[in-house]
């Protein structure tokens, strides 16, 4: 069981928009940034957003990021087919002293 | 623009060791901004950090307490490379093994290698 918690799987119509949260504790989430990856089948995970809300040089900004308390969220608004992929979110476990990662939501654009 | 190559062998007997290498192009193995990072992946354990290693001023390494004992993580500053190795591994360590670079004030990781699947099999 990983130690952010995300929703397995979202669904969404092309054009729509799509909420994909991810829950932590003050250990993580609570008192650090947090990053969001995409993994496109068969390849690496990517970065997506980093710092809580920020995107790295060359991500659209149908993405989009925040955090609040022990919880982030990941948006993406314009849905299109090649989103479809699954996201992560990451982020530094004080109390573990190690990375710690959501399950991964499953993003299936309709 | 930065890479990470990795490379090592796909199929590793149980209790054997598992070795693995990132050559790093574009970046140095000893910048002080950045640590170099194992990351593996599994269906059944999801995205599992494994450990790093960082120059600042010496090199450091940190392990996850669920592989520390078995893991050596090293930087070889003359091929600019990083390598992994995992003892006595079972078939519970079967995973795809990423190389990647984490952004050292803020913690995210900004650059993946492309993945070695390392099955344990006999």
């Known amino acids: 069981q990983s130690v952010l918690t995300q929703p397995p799987s979202v669904s969404a119509a092309p054009g729509q928009k799509v909420t994909i949260s991810c829950s932590g504790s003050?250990?993580?989430?609570?008192?650090?940034?947090v990053s969001w990856y995409q993994q496109l089948p068969g390849t690496a995970p990517k970065l997506l957003i980093y710092?809580?809300?920020e995107r790295p040089s060359g991500i659209p900004d149908r993405f989009s990021g925040s955090k609040s308390g022990t919880s982030a969220t990941l948006d993406i608004t314009g849905l299109q087919t090649g989103d479809e992929a699954d996201y992560y979110c990451?982020?530094?476990?004080?109390?573990?002293?190690?990375?710690?990662f959501g399950g991964g939501t499953k993003l299936t654009v309709l | 623009q930065v890479q990470l190559q990795q490379s090592g062998p796909g199929l590793v007997k149980p209790s054997q060791t598992l070795s693995l290498t990132c050559a790093i192009s574009?970046?140095?193995?000893?910048?002080?901004?950045?640590?170099w990072n194992w990351i593996r992946q599994s269906p059944s354990r999801g995205l599992e950090w494994l450990g790093m290693t960082y120059y600042r001023s010496k090199w450091f390494n940190d392990y996850a307490p669920s592989v520390e004992g078995r893991i050596t993580i090293k930087a070889d500053r003359s091929r600019n490379h990083i390598s992994l190795q995992l003892n006595s591994v079972t078939p519970e360590d079967t995973a795809v093994y990423f190389c990647?670079?984490?952004?050292?004030?803020?913690?995210?990781?900004?650059?993946w290698g492309r993945g070695t699947l390392v099955t344990v099999s006999s």
């Open positions: 710092d809580n809300n």
């Open positions: 574009g970046d140095s193995v000893s910048s002080n901004i950045v640590s």
């Open positions: 990451g982020t530094w476990d004080s109390s573990l002293t190690v990375w710690v």
């Open positions: 990647t670079r984490v952004r050292a004030l803020s913690r995210y990781i900004d650059l």
């Open positions: 003050n250990y993580n989430i609570g008192n650090t940034y």
